[in-house]
């Protein structure tokens, strides 16, 4: 039963346009939802969070959109730069797993110049 | 602020041989985790310390599984016998305990079994 999921395993975008990475989840209990990014041989790294009383939250060149009804949440990166060309994992928390972080499989980004 | 320190990097060994791997939370976290990351795949929570309590280790396989976090600071995980499928990074994270849901990942432990 995977609760979050990203559909996309790659996205290629042109530096200076617009990344959009997508996620879906299952688990109605969710409260709070975090992406992260993760270079190769490193942790992931904390980029940006929502909560569910929320639909957007943003932060520099990042936005999280939460479209509760439709169990989806998007991350959108502008403008877009090739230091952003990482792996991206969405995740979700609280409910009864609170403490605990159900990532989804990653969405690898990879921005051209 | 040193982040999450976790060694050895990397660690290749036969089957069936134990292995353990450390981890040091970030200074002053009392919560700390430890996730299996698989080739393709997100992270999965093998069990979550308070202090020094295991309060949720659902997910660790206890017939060769375990874990330690003596005095709640640093923990450690253990393998005994590993198996083939064990292959993985372990990445372990810590957080306040009023900010749990943002965790803070140490670099992790690739581990190749062979």
């Known amino acids: 039963d995977q609760q979050v999921k990203q559909n996309s395993p790659s996205l290629s975008v042109q530096e200076g346009r617009i990344s959009i990475l997508n996620c879906d989840y299952t688990?109605?209990?969710?409260?709070?939802f975090l992406w992260y990014k993760k270079y190769p041989a490193e942790g992931p790294t904390f980029l940006i969070s929502?909560?569910?009383?929320?639909d957007k939250n943003e932060d520099g060149r990042f936005t999280v959109f939460l479209n509760k009804s439709a169990k989806h949440l998007s991350l959108h990166i502008v403008p877009s730069q090739p230091g952003d060309s990482a792996v991206y994992f969405c995740?979700?928390?609280?409910?009864?797993?609170?403490?605990?972080?159900?990532f989804g499989q990653g969405t690898i980004l990879t921005v051209h110049p | 602020e040193a982040g999450v320190v976790q060694s050895p990097r990397y660690k290749i060994i036969e089957k069936k041989q134990p292995v353990a791997f450390w981890c040091n939370p970030i200074?002053?976290?009392?919560?700390l985790y430890w996730y299996l990351q698989n080739l393709g795949q997100g992270p999965e929570l093998l069990i979550r310390?308070?202090?020094?309590?295991?309060?949720?280790d659902s997910q660790l396989p206890k017939d060769r599984f375990s874990a330690e976090r003596l005095k709640g600071v640093d923990s450690t995980l253990k393998i005994q016998p590993a198996e083939l499928g064990d292959s993985a990074v372990y990445l372990c994270?810590?957080?306040?305990?009023?900010?749990?849901?943002?965790?803070?990942f140490g670099p992790g432990t690739r581990l190749t079994v062979l």
């Open positions: 310390y308070e202090n020094e309590e295991a309060v949720d």
């Open positions: 995740a979700g928390a609280g409910g009864t797993s609170y403490g605990k972080l159900t």
């Open positions: 688990n109605s209990m969710f409260d709070y």
């Open positions: 200074s002053g976290h009392n919560t």
């Open positions: 929502i909560s569910s009383i929320k």
């Open positions: 994270a810590s957080s306040l305990g009023d900010r749990g849901h943002e965790q803070f």
